[in-house]
């Protein structure tokens, strides 16, 4: 058994992991025809309220979750000042987070809609159009999984508005390099202004904005989960708890997301796994 020393964190606090040499088959993971787990994808929306093709965007991400179920994990970052801002007298809210704005400087974005899969690279470019976001998930989707991830148990208390639960790693093939995890909290159908190119007129008041990023619960870039010595069958548990951030309005439309990826090599930054689980199911 290893124990990983917790961080203190703004919002939350980790109890750290424990790392516990037990069968895989204590999960149950989704498995694909061949018996093994497969990759889950994450689709990072980049968006903005004032990006007038980001509705369109927003469209082709929700067709995808409809042919992928919970395999594909979709994820609506607002970000670029230009985009994102608040602007009088009706674009009032701000819907950028921290997160957002270190993704939109490391991954270098500068213009919206644009998207990224998994953080794989698709043709060289990190940064995906909204029409290949099709081919990329289809890319990896199938594909074995090298950590089966779930979020094991969670609970949310109304009273004290916290969240809490542990998130469960199971490696199934060797990493070559040290892995994170991040823990996001999401919140579906937050209805605000957008604007529209394809509505008339195209500011629209009561545009439904989907799974909006909220918060990085540990963190822009999470923290230390698994790595190149963990062996084939090591179960790594992970305690959190959170008070959810100021700018949720429902927690029962809220969703924690997590996700293991690279930190290190070709292939820094790339999600090897991601789940999502409901606050209130």
């Known amino acids: 058994m290893r124990y990983l ?3 203190l964190l703004l919002i939350g606090t980790l109890s750290g992991c424990d790392i516990i040499d037990t069968p895989k088959a204590t999960i149950g993971p989704d498995t694909g025809p061949g018996g093994g787990v497969t990759r889950n994808v994450l689709l990072e929306d980049c968006t903005g309220h ?4 980001c509705p369109d965007a927003a469209i082709r991400a929700q067709q995808l979750k409809a042919i992928y179920g919970e395999r594909l994990v979709v994820v609506g970052v607002h970000m670029v000042n230009s985009f994102a801002q608040p ?8 819907f950028r987070t921290p997160a ?3 993704y939109e400087q490391t991954f270098q974005i500068t213009s919206l809609p644009t998207g990224m899969i998994s953080r794989k690279p698709l043709n060289g470019s990190i940064r995906i159009s909204r029409y ?3 081919t990329a998930v289809a890319d ?4 074995t999984a090298d950590i089966d991830l779930q979020v094991d148990t969670i609970q949310y208390d109304a009273g004290t508005n916290t969240v809490s639960g542990t998130v469960r790693g199971i490696i199934l093939n060797p990493f070559s390099g040290p892995q994170n995890i991040t823990l ?9 202004w957008q604007l529209d190119n394809s509505a008339t007129p195209p500011d629209v008041p009561n545009y439904d904005h989907r799974d909006v990023l909220r918060a990085a619960l540990n963190g822009s870039w999470g923290q230390a989960f698994a790595n190149a010595t963990d062996q084939v069958g090591d179960t790594i548990d992970l305690p959190f ?7 949720v309005l429902q927690p029962a439309n809220c969703a924690l997301v997590a996700y293991v990826y690279s930190t290190t090599g070709a292939d820094q930054y790339e999600v090897k796994q991601v789940v999502e689980r409901k606050l209130v199911e």
Do not use: A, R
């Open 5 to 7: 020393i917790p961080s």
């Open 50 to 53: 004032l990006c007038n093709n």
């Open 87 to 94: 602007q009088s007298p009706n674009y009032t809210t701000d």
């Open 100 to 102: 957002g704005s270190d």
């Open 132 to 134: 290949s976001w099709s």
């Open 140 to 143: 990896l989707i199938d594909q």
């Open 184 to 192: 996001y909290i999401t919140e579906d159908h937050v209805i605000d």
């Open 241 to 247: 708890s959170y008070q959810l951030p100021s700018n």
